[in-house]
Protein backbone atom coordinates (compact mmCIF):
# COMPACT_ATOMS: atom_id res chain seq x y z
CA UNK A 1 0.00 0.00 0.00
CA UNK A 2 1.39 3.59 -1.08
CA UNK A 3 2.42 5.73 1.83
CA UNK A 4 -0.77 8.45 0.40
CA UNK A 5 -2.84 5.45 0.74
CA UNK A 6 -1.73 4.61 4.40
CA UNK A 7 -2.20 7.96 5.93
CA UNK A 8 -5.33 8.46 4.26
CA UNK A 9 -6.74 4.83 5.98
CA UNK A 10 -5.23 5.68 9.18
CA UNK A 11 -6.96 9.04 9.46
CA UNK A 12 -10.30 7.76 8.51
CA UNK A 13 -10.58 5.30 11.08
CA UNK A 14 -13.15 5.26 14.16
CA UNK A 15 -10.11 5.45 17.07
CA UNK A 16 -8.12 8.15 15.35
CA UNK A 17 -11.35 10.17 14.88
CA UNK A 18 -12.45 9.93 18.62
CA UNK A 19 -8.86 10.87 19.62
CA UNK A 20 -9.18 14.05 18.01
CA UNK A 21 -12.59 14.42 19.01
CA UNK A 22 -11.47 13.57 22.73
CA UNK A 23 -8.73 16.05 22.28
CA UNK A 24 -10.32 18.90 20.97
CA UNK A 25 -13.05 18.72 23.88
CA UNK A 26 -10.07 18.61 26.86
CA UNK A 27 -8.93 21.64 24.78
CA UNK A 28 -11.73 23.20 25.04
CA UNK A 29 -11.92 22.13 28.80
CA UNK A 30 -8.00 23.52 29.28
CA UNK A 31 -8.79 26.65 27.62
CA UNK A 32 -11.81 28.16 29.96
CA UNK A 33 -10.01 26.53 33.21
CA UNK A 34 -7.26 29.26 31.88
CA UNK A 35 -10.25 32.01 32.86
CA UNK A 36 -10.10 31.05 36.07
CA UNK A 37 -7.43 32.65 38.40
CA UNK A 38 -7.54 29.89 40.85
CA UNK A 39 -6.68 27.59 39.10
CA UNK A 40 -4.29 29.59 37.10
CA UNK A 41 -2.28 30.27 40.36
CA UNK A 42 -2.69 26.62 40.90
CA UNK A 43 -1.83 24.71 37.83
CA UNK A 44 -1.10 27.29 35.35
CA UNK A 45 1.62 25.62 33.71
CA UNK A 46 -0.18 22.10 33.51
CA UNK A 47 -2.99 23.83 31.95
CA UNK A 48 -0.32 25.40 29.31
CA UNK A 49 1.59 22.45 28.32
CA UNK A 50 -1.57 20.73 27.63
CA UNK A 51 -2.73 23.52 25.43
CA UNK A 52 0.68 23.52 23.39
CA UNK A 53 0.72 19.67 23.07
CA UNK A 54 -3.00 19.87 21.67
CA UNK A 55 -1.95 22.80 19.20
CA UNK A 56 0.74 20.37 18.26
CA UNK A 57 -1.65 17.08 17.30
CA UNK A 58 -3.81 19.95 15.37
CA UNK A 59 -1.42 20.69 13.52
CA UNK A 60 0.26 17.40 12.25
CA UNK A 61 -3.07 16.06 11.97
CA UNK A 62 -3.82 18.97 9.33
CA UNK A 63 -0.25 18.11 7.82
CA UNK A 64 -1.35 14.12 7.44
CA UNK A 65 -4.52 15.68 5.95
CA UNK A 66 -2.62 17.75 3.57
CA UNK A 67 -0.07 15.15 2.11
CA UNK A 68 -2.84 12.10 2.33
CA UNK A 69 -5.48 14.19 0.45
CA UNK A 70 -3.48 16.84 -1.71
CA UNK A 71 -5.71 18.58 -3.80
CA UNK A 72 -8.82 17.21 -2.78
CA UNK A 73 -7.78 18.64 0.80
CA UNK A 74 -9.17 22.06 -0.25
CA UNK A 75 -12.67 20.95 -2.44
CA UNK A 76 -14.92 20.14 1.13
CA UNK A 77 -14.88 23.42 3.06
CA UNK A 78 -15.09 21.76 6.09
CA UNK A 79 -11.20 21.57 5.80
CA UNK A 80 -11.18 25.46 5.18
CA UNK A 81 -12.75 26.00 8.24
CA UNK A 82 -10.18 23.57 10.07
CA UNK A 83 -7.32 24.86 8.74
CA UNK A 84 -8.13 28.69 9.53
CA UNK A 85 -8.57 27.99 12.94
CA UNK A 86 -5.58 25.92 13.21
CA UNK A 87 -3.60 29.26 11.69
CA UNK A 88 -4.84 31.90 13.79
CA UNK A 89 -3.99 29.52 17.15
CA UNK A 90 -0.24 29.78 15.35
CA UNK A 91 0.01 32.88 15.55
CA UNK A 92 2.09 34.23 18.51
CA UNK A 93 -0.62 35.83 20.55
CA UNK A 94 1.81 38.48 22.13
CA UNK A 95 2.24 42.57 21.19
CA UNK A 96 -0.50 43.45 18.44
CA UNK A 97 -2.17 40.20 18.52
CA UNK A 98 -2.39 39.77 21.71
CA UNK A 99 -5.86 39.72 21.21
CA UNK A 100 -6.08 36.42 18.70
CA UNK A 101 -5.47 34.89 22.45
CA UNK A 102 -9.17 35.43 22.86
CA UNK A 103 -9.79 33.24 19.95
CA UNK A 104 -8.16 29.89 20.82
CA UNK A 105 -11.25 28.92 22.15
CA UNK A 106 -12.46 28.53 18.45
CA UNK A 107 -10.61 25.47 18.34
CA UNK A 108 -13.54 23.90 20.02
CA UNK A 109 -15.78 24.45 17.10
CA UNK A 110 -13.27 21.95 15.59
CA UNK A 111 -16.26 19.48 17.05
CA UNK A 112 -18.47 20.46 14.55
CA UNK A 113 -16.36 18.82 11.42
CA UNK A 114 -15.69 16.02 13.75
CA UNK A 115 -18.73 14.74 14.64
CA UNK A 116 -20.95 14.06 11.55
CA UNK A 117 -24.44 14.63 13.29
CA UNK A 118 -23.09 18.14 13.91
CA UNK A 119 -21.95 18.54 10.62
CA UNK A 120 -25.34 17.88 9.25
CA UNK A 121 -27.09 20.24 11.26
CA UNK A 122 -24.81 22.92 10.21
CA UNK A 123 -25.18 22.17 6.73
CA UNK A 124 -29.38 21.85 7.05
CA UNK A 125 -29.32 25.30 8.41
CA UNK A 126 -27.15 26.97 5.28
CA UNK A 127 -29.00 24.71 2.92
CA UNK A 128 -31.93 26.98 4.83
CA UNK A 129 -30.67 29.97 4.62
CA UNK A 130 -32.61 31.34 0.91
CA UNK A 131 -35.82 30.28 2.71
CA UNK A 132 -34.69 31.76 6.21
CA UNK A 133 -33.82 35.37 4.16
CA UNK A 134 -37.29 35.17 3.35
CA UNK A 135 -38.89 34.81 6.17
CA UNK A 136 -36.44 37.65 7.82
CA UNK A 137 -37.71 39.93 5.07
CA UNK A 138 -41.24 38.87 6.34
CA UNK A 139 -40.52 40.04 9.96
CA UNK A 140 -38.65 43.22 9.05
CA UNK A 141 -41.44 44.19 7.49
CA UNK A 142 -43.85 43.18 10.25
CA UNK A 143 -41.69 45.02 12.76
CA UNK A 144 -41.66 47.81 10.70
CA UNK A 145 -45.35 48.11 10.30
CA UNK A 146 -45.84 47.75 13.60
CA UNK A 147 -43.47 50.07 15.02
CA UNK A 148 -45.14 53.14 12.97
CA UNK A 149 -48.47 51.84 13.82
CA UNK A 150 -46.81 52.09 17.67
CA UNK A 151 -45.05 55.13 16.99
CA UNK A 152 -48.47 57.18 15.85
CA UNK A 153 -50.84 55.70 18.79
CA UNK A 154 -48.79 55.83 21.73
CA UNK A 155 -45.74 57.78 21.35
CA UNK A 156 -47.06 60.64 23.22
CA UNK A 157 -48.69 58.38 25.99
CA UNK A 158 -45.77 56.11 26.35
CA UNK A 159 -42.49 58.38 25.31
CA UNK A 160 -39.99 56.05 26.40
CA UNK A 161 -40.72 53.41 24.61
CA UNK A 162 -42.82 54.67 21.34
CA UNK A 163 -41.57 58.37 20.90
CA UNK A 164 -39.54 57.76 17.43
CA UNK A 165 -39.77 55.35 15.36
CA UNK A 166 -35.73 53.49 16.43
CA UNK A 167 -37.57 53.24 20.06
CA UNK A 168 -40.66 51.55 18.52
CA UNK A 169 -38.58 49.29 16.72
CA UNK A 170 -36.38 47.89 19.81
CA UNK A 171 -39.30 47.38 22.14
CA UNK A 172 -41.21 45.57 19.76
CA UNK A 173 -38.35 43.30 19.27
CA UNK A 174 -38.31 43.08 22.90
CA UNK A 175 -41.91 42.30 23.12
CA UNK A 176 -41.32 39.90 20.18
CA UNK A 177 -38.56 38.15 22.28
CA UNK A 178 -41.40 37.47 25.58
CA UNK A 179 -38.88 39.80 27.86
CA UNK A 180 -41.19 42.46 30.27
CA UNK A 181 -44.01 42.80 27.50
CA UNK A 182 -46.55 42.78 30.28
CA UNK A 183 -45.47 45.98 31.82
CA UNK A 184 -44.83 47.39 28.58
CA UNK A 185 -48.72 46.60 27.79
CA UNK A 186 -49.94 47.48 30.77
CA UNK A 187 -48.34 50.75 30.63
CA UNK A 188 -49.78 51.84 27.81
CA UNK A 189 -53.02 49.76 28.13
CA UNK A 190 -53.74 52.43 31.61
CA UNK A 191 -54.23 55.46 28.71
CA UNK A 192 -55.55 53.11 26.06
CA UNK A 193 -57.59 50.16 27.25
CA UNK A 194 -57.52 48.57 24.29
CA UNK A 195 -53.97 48.90 23.50
CA UNK A 196 -54.11 44.72 23.93
CA UNK A 197 -55.52 43.97 20.98
CA UNK A 198 -52.27 45.76 19.34
CA UNK A 199 -49.94 43.69 21.72
CA UNK A 200 -51.59 40.75 20.81
CA UNK A 201 -51.82 40.45 17.27
CA UNK A 202 -48.09 41.66 17.20
CA UNK A 203 -47.05 38.99 19.40
CA UNK A 204 -48.60 36.73 17.38
CA UNK A 205 -47.72 37.29 14.04
CA UNK A 206 -44.61 37.99 15.23
CA UNK A 207 -43.33 35.62 18.09
CA UNK A 208 -46.01 32.34 16.91
CA UNK A 209 -46.45 32.83 13.46
CA UNK A 210 -43.13 34.27 11.72
CA UNK A 211 -40.26 32.79 14.29
CA UNK A 212 -42.02 29.15 14.19
CA UNK A 213 -41.53 29.28 10.36
CA UNK A 214 -37.76 29.69 11.08
CA UNK A 215 -38.04 25.85 12.50
CA UNK A 216 -40.00 24.46 9.86
CA UNK A 217 -37.59 25.83 7.42
CA UNK A 218 -34.98 24.22 8.69
CA UNK A 219 -36.64 21.01 9.66
CA UNK A 220 -37.48 20.89 6.36
CA UNK A 221 -33.90 21.33 5.47
CA UNK A 222 -32.59 18.78 7.73
CA UNK A 223 -35.23 16.10 5.95
CA UNK A 224 -34.78 16.79 2.73
CA UNK A 225 -30.46 16.28 3.39
CA UNK A 226 -31.30 12.81 5.11
CA UNK A 227 -33.24 12.11 2.22
CA UNK A 228 -31.02 12.89 -0.04
CA UNK A 229 -28.40 11.42 0.94
CA UNK A 230 -30.58 7.69 1.40
CA UNK A 231 -31.21 8.56 -2.53
CA UNK A 232 -27.54 8.81 -2.75
CA UNK A 233 -26.97 5.41 -1.03
CA UNK A 234 -29.64 3.91 -3.23
CA UNK A 235 -28.04 5.15 -6.00
CA UNK A 236 -24.68 4.01 -5.19
CA UNK A 237 -26.27 0.80 -4.18
CA UNK A 238 -27.82 0.32 -8.03
CA UNK A 239 -24.74 1.40 -9.92
CA UNK A 240 -23.00 -1.28 -8.25
CA UNK A 241 -26.14 -3.72 -8.90
CA UNK A 242 -26.07 -2.56 -12.51
CA UNK A 243 -22.36 -2.76 -13.02
CA UNK A 244 -22.41 -6.28 -11.70
CA UNK A 245 -24.95 -6.98 -14.35
CA UNK A 246 -22.78 -5.71 -16.98
CA UNK A 247 -19.92 -7.97 -16.18
CA UNK A 248 -22.16 -11.04 -16.11
CA UNK A 249 -23.31 -10.25 -19.47
CA UNK A 250 -20.29 -9.46 -21.48
CA UNK A 251 -19.30 -13.01 -19.62
CA UNK A 252 -21.92 -14.82 -20.93
CA UNK A 253 -21.60 -13.21 -24.65
CA UNK A 254 -17.76 -13.70 -24.54
CA UNK A 255 -19.24 -17.72 -23.60
CA UNK A 256 -21.25 -17.89 -26.26
CA UNK A 257 -18.74 -16.01 -29.16
CA UNK A 258 -16.56 -18.98 -29.01
CA UNK A 259 -16.68 -21.66 -31.63
CA UNK A 260 -17.63 -24.52 -31.18
CA UNK A 261 -15.47 -27.77 -32.50
CA UNK A 262 -17.50 -29.10 -34.92
CA UNK A 263 -18.35 -33.08 -34.44
CA UNK A 264 -16.46 -35.65 -36.03
CA UNK A 265 -17.62 -38.35 -38.33
CA UNK A 266 -17.53 -41.34 -37.44
CA UNK A 267 -15.55 -43.99 -39.57
CA UNK A 268 -16.32 -47.83 -40.41
CA UNK A 269 -13.48 -50.54 -41.04
CA UNK A 270 -13.95 -51.19 -44.99
CA UNK A 271 -13.71 -54.50 -44.91
CA UNK A 272 -16.98 -55.14 -42.62
CA UNK A 273 -19.01 -52.81 -45.13
CA UNK A 274 -17.27 -55.00 -47.64
CA UNK A 275 -18.72 -58.29 -46.08
CA UNK A 276 -21.72 -56.93 -45.72
CA UNK A 277 -22.60 -56.00 -48.93
CA UNK A 278 -22.01 -59.19 -50.66
Known amino acids: MPGRARVRSFLETRLFQRAVI ?30 RVALAVFTVELVA ?80 VSAVMATQLFGELVPKYFDELPTSLFTLFQIMTGEAWPDIAEEVMAEKPWAWLFFVGYILMASYVVLNLFIAVVVNAMDDQNTS ?37 VKTPRGNGARRSR
Open 65 to 144: RLYAYRGKFFKDPWNWFDAIIVVVALIPASGPTSVLRTLRIMRALRLVAAVPSMRKVVGALFAAMPGMGAIIGLLVLVMY
Open 229 to 265: AEEQRTEDQLTTVLNELARLHARIDAMQSVPRAAPQP
Open 22 to 51: AVIVINAITIGCETSSYLTDRIGGFLHVVD
